[in-house]
């Protein structure tokens, strides 16, 4: 039986929401006062839609209240306003509900609208789930091709090399034989880097969505990788309850892994912090080290053929951010990042 939590100021003498709903049968009904008192029910029960009045009293309008539903708990919303009333109707589509009813209506409209908005959300769910199903047959098919391509060839290789060098030492040519040995030793060490790059990234991309978990995996992956750097990490409320449209949260990891990947290689720093915030509609995003630091201003590591800063300022781009990168020799490196928010998905 769906839960509908139905939300009003209540006046004495009218009959309410609630009355029309309690009609409805075959639902569990709860009643809110207030936003505040509605937010508290939603963090309890989760409800499966809230029935809202946009006049309601106390410091959180009905339109506010179904902006906070949604972002913090996934919760849709109905919302129902006096065709008199003075609020816009770009402010009720602004907090996207579920449906609407104008008021006066019959208990029979209000049905109606329940009714639509939780069709529409079971429709929903049901299109996550077949999307989860595919994403995951894709990503099945995408390891079997990542282990064919890493593992079988290395170990072809490795079988290929490792008869040539047994003939190589039956022949007593013992040089020979170690040049081959040193090819399998380098080709397995490639191979294990690539697969524990593959590993980082599934931790990733499980998470791709959830910013905030996204930026854990990256620091475990930090932390697997064994270095002597203590990671702290301090991600702000608001990151931990955001949702990013999967570009951007994919994009924003990739430049965190790639920033703690140089910490790992390059800065031989002691301690390393991750800070997440939001601020006035910007993600912001910083990563210091205590480490060694370097000139920022050189060109040449292009030239050398290392091209991680500069795909770290392309991905920064890719999603109208702004990436900076301050260092010099013996002072460390801070690489901090601001990404506007206007491109926020909607939750769910
Ligand atoms: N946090 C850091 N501390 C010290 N030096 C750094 C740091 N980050 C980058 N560097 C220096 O800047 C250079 C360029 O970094 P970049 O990420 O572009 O290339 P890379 O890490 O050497 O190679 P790759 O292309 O695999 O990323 C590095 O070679 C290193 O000398
Ligand atoms: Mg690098």
Known sequence: MPRILVVEAGKPDSRGLLDAVAGIGQAVVAEARSGREALQYAARSRPDLALVNVELAG???????????RIMYDVPVVLVTERSSPVRLEQIASVAPYNCVLKPCTDYEIHLAIHVALQRRRLEHEQIQQQCAKAAVQERERLAAELHDNVCQLLGFVKLQAFSARELLAGGDTAGADMLLQRIIDSAQQTQAEIRQEIRDLYVRVAAKDLAAALQAC????????????????????????????????????????????????????????????VDGNLTGLIEDDGC????????????????????????????GQLNVVSSPGHGTRISIVVPLDKEAPAG
């Open 219 to 278: 620091a475990r992956g930090f932390e697997i990788d064994g270095t002597n750097a203590k990671l702290s990490v301090v991600l702000t409320p608001a990151v931990e309850q955001v949702t990013l449209d999967p570009q951007t949260s994919l994009q924003l990891t990739r430049i965190v892994q790639e920033a703690l990947a140089n910490v790992r290689k390059h800065a031989q720093a002691q301690h390393v912090t991750m800070h997440f915030d939001i």
């Open 293 to 320: 630091g370097f000139d920022e201003q050189s060109m040449e590591w292009i030239a050398r053929g290392h091209f991680g800063l500069q795909i770290m300022r392309e991905r920064a781009r890719s999603i109208d």
């Open 59 to 69: 410091d959180m309008n009905g339109i506010e209240l179904a902006q906070h539903l």
